[in-house]
């Protein structure tokens, strides 16, 4: 039996959440004296002096119509990165609860945890980036509030067993997190529609990567409506700002342009990965379901520093457990995509 009042903090129970002018009055008026703002105007742009829908009421129901969820299971959050916090904040006690993290993984898990005053505790993938899971099981103790799992996962670039995770829903009772920052270039599918199957789902969601709208920040969060409500209650009130709610509603239109990208990018990683494959010492380029390639290389930092003289920035994971000696390459544009691989050939001909 999964029972959400028992994972909640106390604090967050008892909160009277913030209640600010435009919830006080959320209607059509023709005089607005409610939020001290600036009744002139704002310079350059002259409508950015109101206070933006502390609900962006506009933007979920755009992304339930995308999603063919209700839009009562959608929280969103400045960033995937203030979804994970809150959701810390919401259900783990400081100094009291656990969670578990399955590494080599995202690193804001890890960072929010210790933040928030909150034991961290490991269940490394095995050597084929798959859950552990019997260490995962060993760990979980009733003081267990999240067990984060990131499919596909990053820095690894696979998705994780769909059958593994379903065990994981099905066994425990805290609540499982699925960050699927990468979902739109894998093969899997995504967990948001088995939502109403597990009351304990978290589904994480991005604008950041797929949607090219990092600058933007704006992350998801899809669960039952119960969660939903903890998450609304603990946020800021404004978290999300008016240029961005404006903007995403524009980009949301656009699924197809999206989808013409994702298509082109996941193309272009298989160039990729295939150039690599035949560099000599290359030992290994890891399937990836992202938009990045995670290659196995002889002398991985020498080379990560070696571009860095050319101007190019990879992601150095070679000190990183399981992924010794390998570098995590984001898939660029055609032209980035070849001024590196003229740069690798530079690397050999030294
Ligand atoms: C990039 C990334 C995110 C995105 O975070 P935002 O705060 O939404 O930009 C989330 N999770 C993972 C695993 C990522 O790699």
Not at 246 to 263: F, P, R, S, T, W
Not at 328 to 339: L, S
Request: charged share 25%; with cysteine; net charge negative.
């Amino acid at each position: 039996m999964f029972e959400l009042e028992k994972l909640i903090r106390n604090n967050i129970k008892k909160l009277t959440p913030y209640s600010s002018a435009r919830d006080e009055f959320s209607g059509e008026a023709k005089v607005f004296l409610d939020a001290n703002e600036n009744s002139l105007g704002s310079p350059l742009l002259k409508w950015y002096n109101r206070y933006p829908d502390p609900h962006q009421l506009a933007v979920k129901e755009k992304l339930a119509q995308v999603k063919g969820i209700g839009s009562q299971h959608i929280f969103l959050g400045n960033g995937s990165d203030e979804c994970i916090d809150l959701l810390f904040r919401s259900f783990c006690e400081p100094g009291r609860d656990n969670v578990i993290i399955c590494p080599p993984t995202y690193g804001m898990y890890e960072v929010s945890a210790h933040i928030n005053d909150v034991e961290l505790r490991k269940a490394p993938l095995l050597d084929d980036f798959q859950l552990d899971l019997v260490h995962l099981e060993n760990l979980v103790d009733t003081h267990t509030k999240l067990i984060w799992l990131c499919s596909p996962n990053n820095p690894t670039g696979n998705s994780l067993n769909r059958t593994d995770i379903e065990m994981v829903l099905n066994n425990f009772k805290g609540i499982v997190v699925i960050d699927e920052a990468y979902i739109n270039f894998a093969r899997q599918k995504s967990f948001v529609q088995e939502l109403t199957e597990y009351p304990n789902l978290v589904v994480m969601q991005t604008l950041s990567k797929a949607w090219g709208l990092a600058g933007l920040r704006l992350g998801m969060a899809f669960a039952s409506a119960s969660i939903i409500e903890v998450l609304n209650k603990v946020k800021p009130p404004y978290n999300i700002n008016q240029a961005t709610q404006e903007l995403v509603l524009k980009a949301l239109e656009e699924v197809g342009q999206v989808n013409d990208m994702i298509h082109l990018l996941v193309d272009m990683r298989q160039a990729l990965t295939e150039v690599f494959l035949s560099m000599p010492t290359v030992e290994k380029v890891y399937p990836s379901d992202a938009n990045f390639i995670l290659v196995k290389i002889k002398d991985a930092r020498k080379i990560y520093e070696f571009l860095l003289t050319k101007g190019i920035v990879l992601r150095d994971r070679s000190n990183v457990k399981l992924c010794e000696d390998c570098l995590r390459i984001t898939v660029g544009t055609e032209k980035e995509n070849t001024i590196l691989v003229d740069a690798m050939q530079d690397w050999y001909a030294q």
